[in-house]
């Protein structure tokens, strides 16, 4: 799910146009990791992952942002002004859903969740790494590019595979991909078992492959900002629940605008940021419907994937919201979604409680502190810039963003709560096995960072790790701009409460 955040800035974008080397000193790791080769699954790459005509002589990029021109824009704002004059509000809004449907169709899938297009699909890397030097040759050196260039220099390129794939279709049909380089993997190292990180949308896929395949042949899997447990964005988002939250938006803001946060306090004291809101959830909610039926349910409501992040308690609500009077020409698409929905999603912790008992070792990261999109209404949570950090982190207590819980949230053991009160892990269901890391970006994984040593590290323990493992790498981390690591101890406000 790589730059997911770039996705919903589109549809937030969307909604405002239709309104006008390692860390020296860190702990050694152990060796027994050699026996296992290690297989990395990616998740989304909305911005860069899906080409025309992928490994030919004919490839070329799909992608929103290389659909996105000055010239388009300004043809597009033309349509929109004469739109305006010559039928008002109305058309403009039609001409503004057309042109963003135009930039994102050939994303879409058919009634039977299948790519529309099928020039269109992922390029993809079914061998050990040692096969595609061109790849390992591109200077991309953040999260899973940089997770995975750090594990081909630590452990070798012919012990490292990458599972790319068309984030789009039927998970089943990415398991049973994920499944055949597990078995590959194996063969070429001659072992039984391989090592396994799941990042972002990689977790649904693995979830899903686990609970089709067993989990036998993983010997440490570390989820790693994954969709494990769902999203609150793809369920909100799927529901209608679309909101632009005065003091989120301003986070959010605030964040983005570190170095001119005197500016951002200047919108929100002069009501800017709130009037911008109003006149938003205003105009998406006068424009729903519009803007549901031209681009978000054809586009996005399309991909089997989405479906398979929502959170089960809310997923048939989310089908009698987006596909509302269109539940027979979506069959198709539905028989695929609600087979995952019900054997996988609804059944997730048993999965992984089998896996682990099992002889599965199993480890969670999940980053806090850094806004998420301010277009839904669980935007306002801890999270890391692109999903919530209570569903990574399988159920933990969080905070709003800037603030503290509230006393009556802090119950239970105060080893599990964060020093700044933001991180209640009593309620996380694998609360002795997942790490929370204070601005920690989403996925993280910097090239050669300490954060990405320390998913090598409970890659390479040799026993279950726990939150006690390591003296240095407690359950509580701070991150620096380097993703340098240490334990968190706080003091002061938290964040940014208002504006100064």
């Known amino acids: ?112 969740g299948d790519t529309l297009n099928p020039a269109v699909s992922s390029l993809s890397y079914p061998l050990n790494m040692s096969n595609y030097p061109e790849m390992l040759s591109e200077a991309r050196y953040e999260k899973e590019e940089g997770l995975l260039h750090s594990a081909v220099d630590r452990y ?13 279709l039927d998970t089943l049909q990415n398991a049973a991909l994920l499944d055949e380089m597990v078995e590959l993997a194996k063969a070429e190292h001659n072992t039984d078992k391989v090592d396994m990180i799941c990042c972002s949308m990689g977790g649904i896929v693995t979830l899903t492959y686990i609970n089709y395949y067993g989990s036998a042949s993983i010997d440490t899997l570390v989820s790693n900002a994954s969709t494990m447990y769902g999203t609150d964005v793809t369920t909100d988002l799927f529901q209608g629940k679309v909101l632009f939250d005065e003091e989120a938006a301003y986070r959010f803001i605030a964040d983005k605008l570190s170095g001119f946060k005197i500016l951002a306090n200047i919108l929100y004291k002069t009501k800017i940021i709130k009037f ?104 306002y949570l801890q999270g890391d810039g692109t999903l919530e950090t209570r569903m990574m982190s399988f159920g933990a207590t969080v905070s709003e963003v800037g603030k503290g819980l509230p006393e009556e949230s802090l119950n239970g053991e105060e080893k599990y709560i964060s020093a700044d009160k933001c991180i209640n892990a009593n309620t996380a269901v694998y609360k002795d096995y997942t790490w929370f890391v204070r601005d920690g970006s989403h996925v993280g994984c910097k090239y050669n960072s300490e954060y990405t040593y320390l998913v090598f590290l409970l890659l390479e323990s040799a026993s279950q790790p726990t939150v006690t493992t390591w003296e240095e790498y407690p359950q509580f981390l701070q991150a620096d701009a380097n993703e340098n690591l240490s334990p968190l101890s706080y003091q002061g406000d938290n964040y940014v409460k208002s504006p100064c």
């Open 1 to 112: 799910m790589k730059k997911l955040i770039s996705v919903l800035l589109c549809i937030a974008l969307l909604l405002c146009a239709v309104v006008p080397a390692f860390a020296e000193g860190t702990a050694s790791a152990d060796s027994s990791y050699n026996e296992y080769p290690l297989v990395i699954v990616r998740g989304m790459d909305f911005l860069g992952g899906l080409k025309y005509n992928p490994g030919t002589d004919e490839q070329r990029d799909l992608s929103a942002v290389v659909n996105i021109s000055f010239g388009g824009i300004m043809a597009a704002l033309g349509r929109v002004a004469v739109g305006y004059l010559t039928g008002g509000k109305d058309r403009a809004v039609d001409a503004l859903i057309d042109y963003a449907y135009g930039i994102f169709k050939d994303y879409s899938c058919d009634e039977n």
């Open 156 to 168: 070798g390129a012919e012990n490292v595979y990458y599972f790319k794939y068309d984030w789009r």
């Open 276 to 379: 911008v809101c109003d006149f938003l959830n205003n105009l998406a909610n006068d424009y729903k419907t519009e803007i549901y039926n031209g681009v978000l349910t054809p586009v996005f409501g399309t991909m089997p994937a989405f479906w398979e992040l929502c959170k089960h308690e809310e997923y048939e609500s989310a089908k009698q919201f987006l596909l509302a009077g269109k539940a027979e020409e979506y069959a198709g698409l539905t028989a695929k979604t609600d087979k995952i929905q019900y054997e996988v999603v609804a059944n997730a912790i048993g999965i992984l409680d089998s896996a682990i008992d099992g002889g599965m070792k199993f480890a969670v990261l999940s980053g806090y502190n850094i806004p998420n999109i301010p277009a839904y209404e669980s935007a």
